[in-house]
């Protein structure tokens, strides 16, 4: 479906830079076959421009991949090394929008993931949450996505198998995001 800019109240053009205290950026893999191992990155930025158009409107994300948490400092150390994301060569995950949609009541958010050096079509399926004035008269606005990537396409594919058959650590990886953006400057 044609997204237009009455099919989000209160839309509104600019520049919105994320509130990174309202924001998070979470991951989910299968772990042990039977389970999931959680985490999220600590240190990132987002911007979007929303154009006059939201169907033209763009988002660039970049992650500070030495950020990763998942609550275990050991495995999160072993997570920067070149087993996983080799963050001293490959600092940072990017996400650049291509385009925006509507489709059976949710966004869709396509672009282009880069880890590892490593660069794939990625879509973010999403809701969006509303634009309001907070108390202060600053203008925010908030989504919410997920994506599912195989990490393995991003050269992430270090794995150990199990006594009881299958493989420590699952391909998929949920992506989840959860983010407020405040509006910086109306379009001109």
Known sequence: ?????????????????VDLAHAEIAFSVRHLAISKVRGKFERFDATVVAAENPADSTAHVTIEVASINTGN????????????FSASEFPTIEFRSTGLRHEGGDFLLDGELTMKGVTKPVTIRGQFGGIVTDHSGAVKAAAEGTAVINRT?????????????????????????????ELQQDAA
């Open 1 to 17: 479906m044609t997204l237009t800019a009455d099919m989000i109240p209160g839309y509104r053009s600019g520049t919105w830079k």
């Open 73 to 84: 400092e050991t495995r999160d150390n072993h997570l920067r090394t070149n087993d996983f």
């Open 153 to 181: 396409e991003f050269g992430v594919t270090w794995n150990a198998p199990l006594e009881t058959g299958g493989m420590l650590l699952g391909e998929d990886v949920t992506l989840s995001i959860e983010a407020q953006f």
